[in-house]
């Protein structure tokens, strides 16, 4: 189940950045940011769920958190 979320966001993010590349539009100035915050995010999810393969409710908090800080780089 968690396999098919990342995956599927991976392969959005990836589809997006093609249509831009293909659009031939700048990449926005924030990009690395958005790439790095994406990438931090993946691994503290994959590193919780090493640890017993199930988020605690204050694990899921901690990842909500994350989700919201972030947001305003996304828009």
């Known amino acids: 189940m968690v396999g ?5 966001n991976l392969i959005n993010s990836l589809a997006g950045g093609a249509v831009i590349a293909f659009a031939g539009t700048a990449p926005p ?9 994406m ?12 640890r017993g393969k199930r ?11 994350v989700y919201v800080a ?3 780089l996304v828009t």
């Open 4 to 8: 098919n979320l990342l995956g599927s």
């Open 70 to 72: 972030l947001l305003p």
């Open 39 to 50: 990438a931090g995010v993946s691994g503290l999810t994959w590193a919780l769920l090493a």
């Open 29 to 37: 100035a924030l990009a690395p940011a958005v790439i790095a915050a």
């Open 55 to 65: 988020l605690s409710r204050r694990e899921s908090a901690l990842l909500l958190g």
